[in-house]
């Protein structure tokens, strides 16, 4: 049986985004990300702005549409900001229920065992992301690259419906990894820097 995408998952695809943020330097928040429009800051906000509708999902909260955001969310300390959102994540998990608890959402309700999954493929995706922007490579974990695949293809019908996944889906090289394979589903071309 393959990793489950729980709280663990979430604290190890978390964790490698925080090695990344906490290791930037000032001019390296400003490099281009994708897409082309963000900025490191952009996508680290990105992240923030999203594992905070996380952590009041496994409060009971509802959840909230995401659309325009802004950058300054992250205020003064953006290291900070992602390192306390992270932590409040994980501390909501505690007391949480994956399998049984479910958090209402405009477009309908959401297990949060699916927003966990969703939020521990976005870490992942991002933190490649920053890595690509600085030069810096990524190693996704082979074994939540490809429990994300499985998560993503137990929802297909979703995915193929749209407005779910952020980019389109690109064609892995035949023979890709899981990491590959997982990129690809995100709309990524390529795994070097």
């Excluded at 906490?22 to 429009?37: A, F, I, K, Q, R």
């Excluded at 969703?118 to 810096?136: I, P, T």
Aim: hydrophobic fraction near 50%.
């Amino acid at each position: 049986m393959g990793v489950a995408l729980d709280a663990a998952a979430y604290q190890q695809a978390a964790a490698i985004m925080g090695e990344l943020v906490v290791g930037l330097s000032d001019d390296e928040w400003g490099l281009v990300t994708h897409p082309d429009d963000w900025t490191v800051v952009t996508t680290v906000a990105w992240v923030v702005v999203g594992d905070s509708q996380l952590r009041n999902g496994a409060e009971g909260e509802p959840l909230v549409r995401i659309g325009d955001f802004d950058a300054a969310v992250l205020g003064p300390n953006p290291v900070a900001a992602w390192r306390g959102t992270a932590v409040g994540v994980l501390k909501a998990l505690e007391g949480s229920s994956l399998d049984h608890q479910s958090v209402d959402h405009p477009d309908g309700t959401v297990a949060l065992a699916d927003l966990v999954a969703q939020r521990v493929s976005e870490n992942l995706l991002r933190a490649w992301d920053v890595g690509q922007a600085v030069r810096r490579p990524v190693e996704l974990p082979v074994d939540l690259a490809d429990a994300c695949l499985d998560f993503w293809a137990s929802h297909a019908d979703a995915v193929l419906g749209g407005n779910i996944l952020a980019d389109q889906p690109v064609e892995p090289a035949p023979g890709a990894g899981a990491v590959e394979r997982f990129l690809g589903l995100m709309g990524r071309d390529s795994i070097t820097p």
